[in-house]
């Protein structure tokens, strides 16, 4: 598992595939990314260290325009 910050947590239900918690990760312990991490809950906006076990994920976020084109503050004279 691989993460950088601004990424999302979820962690599921092993018996539904139901959400049962998600947030956003706002510190990392490892250069690489790997746990564990700071995740600040969507429920409850308190911050805690998670080590994810099996029935976690990362959700990437993507940081910043994917197409240099559509970054509006871009003039075009560059």
Known sequence: MHARLGDVLIVESPTTGVTKRDGEIVGLHHEDGTPPYDVRWSDTREVTLVFPGPDA?????????????ADPGRTGTD
């Open 57 to 69: 994920h990362v959700r990437h976020v993507v940081h910043g325009p994917a197409d240099p084109a």
